[in-house]
């Protein structure tokens, strides 16, 4: 599907998309691309790679495919480089949790629609090559945000190897996707960092987390991800996030009313509907 | 250790008690009182108990030992007409998530220190007498929280029962075990009802939560628990919830503010000083 394909930043998704395509004989050889020295051995001593770079440098040139697998500023920033560096007919891609920017990014960095922005719904608590795992995305989602500008062929190309990992293609438009995850993914972030925060600035708070069970440890893997990486989100995706927190922040102070008023009614009401739409979410493996 | 014991609410914390005490020999006979024909008949065909019961009746004067399974509002108001149905010899005990109310009330039933507050700390996503399981208990916590009422063999007499079932007893002041849970656990819920609660309520809700991935699903086993039980919880521990909840509200506002600001050092900062507080929590299987 492609002969050489470019990895830059070779973590989990890095990581598990080459050992992926690899597996599914999807490319011949894959670059890996990263600055951590630990991740570059990592990755070629699992096989995940056939050689790799500390930096982009040459290594873009031979590539058909440069999938950009760094941290969402970071891939707006390698943007403009990226595209000085590969051929003309190089497509390029990205696993990024934010659309708008980096589709804003890549359309100006490739005006010939080459840039494919997607988001594949996938993840688990460690991070890092060593966590890489070839069947990550089997059973996925894969978000594909084309603009006006985006080549029809080159999203096409791209779902191709994304299908071929075992993912499904769902096309959104950028802005609601932004606006989606910001609801469903970067709010519960922020509110289980602040939950975790808040309870160990308590007086006593360390020794509070000692009895810790079930109900706080469900919010700790989230918490527990990887704090630049969703700083990054958490600034990228400013304007969603703002509006999804402030609905958030309304239904707080509405349930603080209800027991500071003792209104039994207005609480079961609410509990409730939040119980309900648990219901919605799809149950997935 | 109690030739008879009646466990008032036969679900999934006294159905496993009842199946925990006979499996270690640790009771003779055991009634069920349960006003859900459901949980008696699951009750008695699972053989957790000897007989079952309704609602109190005459049931309990051969009882050595009370528990009280049944939500934290109801054991407040039950507590009065338990003193007037036992015999003067049997020990009562609770296993009420909110210690200060119920010891208030038990202390007031019982003058000469014969009611024991206790709050074992297992749980799980289900509930009901048909999620019970005997091992709920094993490597659990039980904490137990004697006022200066509270009669010292009494304590003993109970704690053994607990140790029996595979417990750790810790005992605590129940005004402190209000504040620490309010933080480690009624916090949490409160903060998973709202979050389900407010992405439900964006526009688009229920699509938004067809996307949902691992990072709100680990908040729906939270806001799936009992919206009765939970609101008789929030509006027991009224004070020190609303404590926790305003020193969180301030966490998630200084967030917020460093996301409308762009403030990626003050983010990092608050991010990673949430992830360590996870480190502070114990891992249990």
Not at 90 to 107: M, Q, R, Y
Request: aromatic share 4%.
């Amino acid at each position: 599907m492609f002969r050489e394909m470019a990895v830059v930043g070779v973590g989990l998704i890095g990581g598990s998309l080459a050992l992926a395509a690899r597996k599914a004989g999807l490319v011949e050889t894959v670059t890996g691309v990263d600055a951590d020295p630990i991740h570059r051995e990592v990755a070629l001593a699992a096989g995940m790679v056939d050689r790799v770079a500390a930096g982009l440098g040459a290594d873009l040139s031979r590539a058909g495919l440069v999938v950009l697998a760094v941290p969402v500023a970071e891939i707006v920033s390698l943007l403009p480089e990226v595209a000085r560096r590969v051929e003309d007919g190089c497509l390029v891609t990205d696993v990024g949790s934010v659309k708008g920017p980096i589709l804003a990014a890549g359309d100006a960095a490739f005006p010939d629609g080459r840039f494919v922005a997607g988001h594949p719904i996938a993840g688990q608590e460690r991070s890092g090559p060593a966590a890489a795992r070839p069947d990550l995305f089997e059973a996925a989602n894969w978000i594909v945000t084309p603009s006006g500008l985006t080549n029809a062929s080159a999203v096409e190309r791209v779902s191709a190897l994304w299908r071929g990992v075992g993912s499904t293609i769902v096309s959104m438009e950028a802005g609601w996707h932004d606006e989606v995850f910001a609801a469903v993914s970067h709010l519960p972030h922020l509110v289980a960092y602040a939950l975790m925060d808040a309870v160990l600035g308590l007086p006593l708070g360390e020794e509070r987390l000692q009895f810790a069970a079930g109900g706080l440890r469900d919010f700790t893997r989230v918490a527990g991800s990887h704090p630049l990486m969703w700083r990054d989100i958490f600034l990228m995706n400013r304007g969603p996030i703002l509006r999804a927190l402030a609905a958030y922040r309304e239904v707080l102070a509405a349930l603080e009313e209800a027991i500071r008023d003792g209104d039994g009614k207005a609480l079961t009401a609410r509990l409730a509907r939040a119980r309900m739409a648990r219901e919605e979410i799809p149950h997935r493996p």
